[in-house]
Nanobody, 115 residues
């Protein structure tokens, strides 16, 4: 079975930085994309950043220029470096792994940005 474990969330002051990490374990076949989503209370889960197997990267407009996604394919690990954090970035951040025919989700890690 596949399991995704996120880490790195916490409380940070506005303008600060956090680095999220997500490691996948288990049997995973033909990974297409790995990415990060977030969900604030009362809102739908939204895509934050995604990276494909070819190395391309895409970001939500709200985080472009502040966040950087990267991954280590050999370790099945994806990272999200978050700089210049704003209170509106407060949310539960979820790791996502897209394989052929199925998506896997982590349990989420809470990021709280204080003003």
């Amino acid at each position: 079975q596949v399991q995704l474990v996120e880490s790195g969330g916490g409380l940070v002051q506005a303008g600060g930085s956090l680095r999220l990490s997500c490691s996948a374990s288990g049997s995973i076949f033909s990974i297409n994309v790995m990415g990060w989503y977030r969900q604030a209370p009362g809102k739908q889960r939204e895509l934050v950043a995604v990276t494909s197997s070819c190395g391309s990267r895409n970001y939500a407009d709200s985080v472009k220029g502040r966040f950087t996604i990267s991954r280590d394919n050999a370790k099945n690990t994806v990272y999200l470096q978050m700089n210049s954090l704003k209170p509106e970035d407060t949310a539960v951040y979820y790791c996502n792994l897209g394989a052929v025919g199925i998506n896997y989700w982590g349990k989420g890690t809470l990021v709280t940005v204080s003003s």
